[in-house]
């Protein structure tokens, strides 16, 4: 069973630095690509950023770009998104997602159950 | 960017009623488009990839249809457990984006 655990939320103040984790478990972690997408309170999804199996290519939403940085270590099956210079805006539950297909077709199945940044002072 | 826009905003209908919902994308997309459901207090979960292939698992209840800019997610006969928020999304461009969402509430 494919299992993922995300940790590292909370309470940070504006400007502050946070870095969130996903273990990855039931699947050949390196196979597949990987994203994070956020929910603010009461709002939508946002797709945030996404990593291919290699790590070789990443990508951002323009809202985070610049300032959140994503990365994989496929020894230890655990997927990072590290946020730096935080807003209010980016105050959402985080979610952790594994795609789909081994060919990175970056539909997202299944989701974790997502932690919980608070950007405030 | 791609704009996905999903409409209604809000659905009310009953059990065994079929619900149509309906997501347009600013420039078209193939049939890049997946949607998801997401009910209260939990993380979405996928249910149609690439227009029109149900996730595994997922009910025939459930069809998704459409290419270009034009899609279509059709739930033929409501159950209990269908009431709760859609989503679609994009794989098209980057970025992905996701439409404002649905939400098949209970009349």
């Known amino acids: 069973e494919v299992q993922l655990l995300e940790s590292g939320g909370g309470l940070v103040q504006p400007g502050g630095s946070l870095r969130l984790s996903c273990a990855a478990s039931g699947f050949t972690f390196s196979n597949y690509a990987m994203g994070w997408v956020r929910q603010a309170p009461g709002k939508g999804l946002e797709w945030v950023s996404g990593?291919?199996?290699?790590?070789?290519?990443?990508y951002y939403a323009d809202s985070v770009k610049g300032r959140f940085t994503i990365s994989r270590d496929n020894s230890k099956n655990t997927l990072y998104l590290q946020m730096n210079s935080l807003r209010a805006e980016d105050t959402a539950v985080y979610y952790c997602?594994?795609?789909?297909?081994?060919?990175?077709?970056?539909?997202?199945?299944?989701w974790g159950q997502g932690t919980l940044v608070t950007v405030s002072s | 960017e791609i704009v996905l826009t999903q409409s209604p905003a809000t659905l009310s209908l009953s059990p065994g009623e079929r619900a149509t919902l309906s997501c347009r994308a600013s420039?078209?997309?193939?049939?890049?488009l997946a949607w998801y459901q997401q009910k209260p207090g939990q993380a979405p979960s996928l249910l149609i990839y690439?227009?029109?292939n149900r996730a595994t698992g997922i009910p025939a209840r459930f069809s998704g249809s459409g290419s270009g800019t034009d899609f279509t997610l059709t739930i033929s006969s409501l159950e209990p457990e269908d009431f709760a928020v859609y989503y679609c999304q994009q794989r098209s461009n980057w970025p992905l984006t996701f439409g404002g969402g649905t939400k098949v509430e209970i009349k």
């Open positions: 997602a594994k795609d789909l297909s081994v060919n990175s077709w970056y539909w997202f199945d299944p």
């Open positions: 990593i291919s199996g290699s790590a070789s290519s990443t």
């Open positions: 420039q078209s997309i193939s049939n890049y």
């Open positions: 690439d227009a029109s």
